[in-house]
């Protein structure tokens, strides 16, 4: 069984930038696909950003494309998620999920097979 856990949320001034950690154990983080994903109070848990096993390939949701930097350290067994401009908009928990199955898309959250317990991401304007 796959085990997430997220750090290196915080409370942040617009324009900030902050990275998050996502360190697995029991699972190789290169041979799945590795997503972040957010949840802001009253909302639903959105998509954010993904790497596809393998070859890296990266995926972002528009409201972050161009801020938001998704990177994966094998050597580690981390996933990193480089946010800069940080908006108050931003202001969300945010999970490190894995997809083992590869069944589906990496932008999915329905495909996610192991969540992390969150880490919160606040953005003061």
């Known amino acids: 069984q796959v085990q997430l856990v997220e750090s290196g949320g915080g409370l942040v001034q617009a324009g900030g930038s902050l990275r998050l950690s996502c360190v697995a154990s029991g699972g190789t983080v290169s041979r799945y696909n590795m997503g972040w994903f957010r949840q802001a109070p009253g909302k639903q848990r959105e998509f954010v950003a993904a790497?596809?096993?393998?070859?890296?390939?990266?995926y972002y949701a528009d409201s972050v494309k161009g801020r938001f930097t998704i990177s994966r350290d094998n050597a580690k067994n981390t996933v990193y998620l480089q946010m800069s401009s940080l908006k108050p908009e931003d202001t969300a928990l945010y999970y490190c999920?894995?997809?083992?199955?590869?069944?589906?898309?990496?932008?999915?959250?329905?495909?996610?097979?192991?969540w992390g317990q969150g880490t919160q991401v606040t953005v003061s304007s």
């Open positions: 790497i596809s096993r393998r070859l890296g390939n990266t």
């Open positions: 999920a894995a997809d083992v199955d590869i069944v589906g898309s990496p932008t999915t959250l329905s495909d996610y097979d192991y």
